[in-house]
Every structure is written in C-alpha cells, then in structure tokens.
C-alpha cells in the first residue's frame, strides 16, 4: 500500500511564496502521473498541475506561469512551488500518484492547507 504525506503548507500574504512537498512510501509500482490538486470551500477539487513519469507537465490556466511542478529522480516525491500567491488560491491541496499498467492504482495525500490573506 503505497501511502503519501504532504508538507510546506501555511499561511502567506498575497505575493507569496510556498513550496509543497509530497513523498511517498510503501510499495510502488510504476508512476505514470503525479498531480496536485486543490479543494477550496464549497467548491468542487480541481486540478492544478502534472507531471508524467518522463517529465512533461500541465497547468490549469489560473496558474500558469506561478506555479511549476517537479518530481525526484526516483519519482517518490513530488513538489509544487507556489510564487505570486492569490488569495483564490486558498484551499486544500492533495497530491496524487496515478500508478500501475494493466491496474491502475491511485494513491491520494491527506491534504495540505494554504490560506494566501490579502
């Protein structure tokens, strides 16, 4: 069971800057994708970036150019870095592996808090 911890998650005034941490442990298996999502108060989660297991990655359009994910070598950890924070961008971040071939495996964090005040 692979299991997965974030870190780096608090609170920072609008113009910001926060680093997210998410390491997994436990027994993996292939990593095909790794993604950060975000939850804020009464809204649906939603994607925010990323990365295939050969490095290409995706942003939603209301972070382009802000924020830029990045994994390790061994592709245990993954990592959001979060520059000119908004407050919109409040909310609950999780990370997510997306692992396996013919079984497709998703591991899910237990979610990060980031509060941006204005």
């Known amino acids: 069971q692979v299991q997965l911890v974030e870190s780096g998650g608090g609170s920072v005034q609008t113009g910001g800057s926060l680093r997210l941490s998410c390491r997994a442990s436990g027994t993996m298996f292939r990593v095909n994708e790794m993604r950060w999502y975000r939850q804020a108060p009464g809204k649906q989660r939603e994607e925010v970036a990323s990365?295939?297991?050969?490095?290409?990655?995706n942003y939603t359009d209301s972070v382009w150019g802000r924020f830029t994910i990045s994994s390790n070598n061994a592709r245990d950890t993954i990592y959001l870095q979060m520059n000119g924070l908004k407050p919109e961008d409040t909310a609950i971040y999780y990370c997510m592996f997306d692992m396996g071939i013919s079984l497709r495996t998703f591991a899910w964090g237990q979610g990060i808090q980031v509060t941006v005040s204005s």
């Open positions: 990365i295939t297991r050969t490095g290409t990655s």
